[in-house]
């Protein structure tokens, strides 16, 4: 019989967007959806919390209403399960390219790093939470489900802040005062360096088109993307 010649299906990858409110995540999460499907991936973009019907319905609550800080992480990873289950997994199963705006490194930046929230609690639902039977393969935690990759717009808490002055109301988290965000970006800092292996800064204070060229950049060096 004649050797087939079709490539092996693709692997699925799983790239998160992190960062402070206003750090410019969502500016480029459309434009590398994009050049990902030029280049022949099959992608799925989504978000955190939200990205299914209930887990939006879940996001709609946390992002409006006060509430105690171990509700809030039960909501969130609540969220997350239903994500994880209904739409990461099969779409990673699929061979897809995963998008995510947020997961959860913006849990131990918002919750543990900005409200003080016990980091160990939180690392024992990461635990129960992201358990899918396709994960981690290889993985220093086997069959615990993390990002592939995770890209972290690094952005100044009063640049930040500047840039979404005026550009809408803001939520719950926006109308937190600037030392909240200023704990935030320690935590992803923190996180950044607990995690070097997925984690890549990327200078969110450089204009629009040099923080696209470095988003750009890791994506070909991490052979996501060919040359442009
Ligand atoms: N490099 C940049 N230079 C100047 N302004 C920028 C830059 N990137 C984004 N902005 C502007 O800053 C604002 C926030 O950007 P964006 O919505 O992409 O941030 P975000 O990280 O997704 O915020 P959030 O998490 O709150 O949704 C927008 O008005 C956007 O046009
Ligand atoms: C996943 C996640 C999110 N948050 C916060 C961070 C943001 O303020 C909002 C989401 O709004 P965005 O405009 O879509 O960025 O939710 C959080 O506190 N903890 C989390 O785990």
């Known amino acids: 019989m004649k050797p087939t010649s079709a ?3 693709a692997a699925g ?4 967007f992190e960062g ?38 879940l996001r709609s609550l946390l992002l409006a209403q006060a509430m105690d800080a171990l509700t809030e992480a039960l909501l969130l990873f609540a969220a997350r399960r239903e994500h994880l289950l209904t739409v990461i997994e099969p779409a990673l ?49 086997p069959g615990l489900r993390q990002p592939d990759l995770t890209l972290w717009f690094d952005l100044p808490a009063a640049t930040a802040a500047s840039r979404l002055a005026g ?6 988290f926006e109308a937190e005062p600037q030392a909240f965000f200023e704990r935030v970006a320690a935590g992803y800092a923190a996180r950044c360096a607990q995690f070097p292996q997925r984690f890549e800064r990327i200078d969110a204070s450089l204009p629009l088109e040099q923080v696209w060229q470095q ?7 991490r052979g996501l993307l060919g040359p442009a």
Not at 167 to 172: E, G, I, M, S, Y
């Open 7 to 9: 490539a092996p299906p």
């Open 13 to 16: 990858f799983f790239i998160t």
């Open 20 to 57: 402070i409110d206003g750090a410019g995540k969502s500016s480029h999460i459309e434009p590398l959806a994009q050049a990902l499907r030029a280049h022949g991936r099959a992608v799925t973009l989504t978000r955190e919390p939200g990205g299914t019907p209930l887990a939006e319905q």
């Open 93 to 141: 199963a699929q061979g897809q390219v995963l998008l995510c705006d947020r997961f959860t490194d913006a849990t131990f930046a918002y919750q543990g790093h900005g409200r003080g929230f016990d980091l160990q609690v939180l690392q024992t639902l990461e635990q129960w939470v992201q358990a899918c039977p396709g994960a981690g393969v290889g993985a220093s935690a």
């Open 167 to 172: 550009v809408r109301a803001p939520d719950k």
């Open 215 to 221: 988003v750009r950049s890791v994506c070909q060096r």
